[in-house]
């Protein structure tokens, strides 16, 4: 299930398996029409903190046990999200890159792995 704001982001996440659901990612209604009062977690992805927070508070309220994964572009945001929010964890596009661009600028492109958050990517 997939969740779009408009027609137009709809077009991009079309495949026959995935329903998609049009409406504002922070709204109580497209949320529970999502699906989110029996889901077991969320991914929250827009381009937006403030509306992923949002959303998350929102989901939170619905489904108090749902897992919330949130992309946050500011760090210190990120950083105390666990501690503001139980069971969510905070990923920054910019944070999980940095390690891979520092290692390509260092020694190259040879598809080296690095840890980051405990992962090897």
């Known amino acids: 299930m997939a969740i779009a704001a408009d027609a137009d982001e709809t077009e991009g996440l079309v495949r026959p398996d995935v329903l998609v659901?049009?409406?504002?990612?922070?709204?109580?209604?497209?949320?529970?029409?999502?699906?989110?009062?029996?889901?077991?977690?969320?991914?929250?992805?827009r381009d937006d903190d403030l509306g992923n927070l949002h959303a998350a508070l929102v989901a939170r309220e619905l489904n108090p046990s749902i897992r919330l994964v949130i992309r946050v572009f500011d760090a210190q945001i990120a950083e105390q999200l666990p501690d503001?929010?139980?069971?969510?964890?905070?990923?920054?596009?910019?944070?999980?890159?940095?390690?891979?661009?520092?290692?390509?600028?260092?020694?190259?492109?040879?598809?080296?792995?690095?840890?980051?958050?405990?992962?090897?990517?």
């Open 84 to 121: 503001l929010i139980d069971n969510a964890v905070a990923l920054s596009s910019s944070s999980l890159a940095a390690p891979g661009f520092v290692a390509a600028a260092l020694e190259g492109e040879g598809g080296e792995r690095f840890a980051e958050a405990g992962r090897q990517r």
């Open 21 to 45: 659901i049009t409406g504002d990612h922070r709204r109580e209604r497209v949320l529970r029409e999502a699906g989110v009062t029996e889901a077991e977690s969320l991914v929250l992805t």
